[in-house]
């Protein structure tokens, strides 16, 4: 069913289809969110958040087929003033201590340390480069959709592609960025 259908359902009180709508976008919107904050805990809090907003302003919205683009401005400005208010509010989490297996133990070690490399090379693109290459490579959106969405040419969106991966394949090497970048 085309976005437009269920918004026209959801305006009339239907939650089933904003359940839809959120269920159809939550990747494309966490992942907007997530090129913002470079933190998973806080993407997932400023999605949920826009999803709310969304709803709250669902009657603004003037052209329904547009709805994720619109949905997906709504993410970057919330992820944009949650980031200005952390900013603000810095300050250091308690780590808590799990006893886990020494195999598990390095595994995650691992992973922590992967997963830090990652974040810290995609902290080195800038926030554009970073949304075009987590909706391409992550949620498989065509330059088409992501030149849509994030309002850019098709041609700017797979320039901003090329350039960010050829920083996160430096920075990670060739065999992680393989792992994590589509080529």
Not at 56 to 81: S, Y
Not at 86 to 108: G, H
Not at 136 to 144: P, Q, T
Not at 146 to 168: C, K, P, W, Y
Request: charged share 35%.
């Amino acid at each position: 069913m085309p976005d437009a259908i269920l918004i026209e359902k959801a305006r009339r009180g239907d939650t089933a289809a904003f359940e839809t709508l959120v269920r159809r976008h939550y990747r494309a919107a966490f992942a907007v969110a997530l090129a913002v904050l470079g933190n998973r805990m806080d993407a997932e809090d400023v999605t949920q958040d826009a999803f709310l907003r969304a709803l709250e302003r669902l009657d603004e919205l003037r052209q329904a087929e547009r709805f994720a683009a619109w949905l997906l401005q709504i993410v970057r400005n919330r992820a944009r003033n949650f980031h200005s208010y952390r900013r603000v509010r810095a300050a250091q989490p308690l780590e808590t201590i799990e006893a886990i297996s020494p195999d598990r133990a390095d595994r995650e070690l691992e992973r922590g340390r992967l997963r830090d490399r990652l974040e810290s090379a995609l902290a080195e693109i800038s926030e554009v480069q970073r949304q075009v290459v987590l909706l391409h490579d992550l949620e498989g959106w065509k330059h088409s959709e992501i030149a849509d969405s994030l309002g850019l040419s098709e041609t700017m969106s797979r320039q901003h592609l090329f350039n960010a991966r050829r920083v996160l394949r430096a920075r990670l090497g060739s065999e992680v960025a393989k792992e994590y970048i589509d080529e």
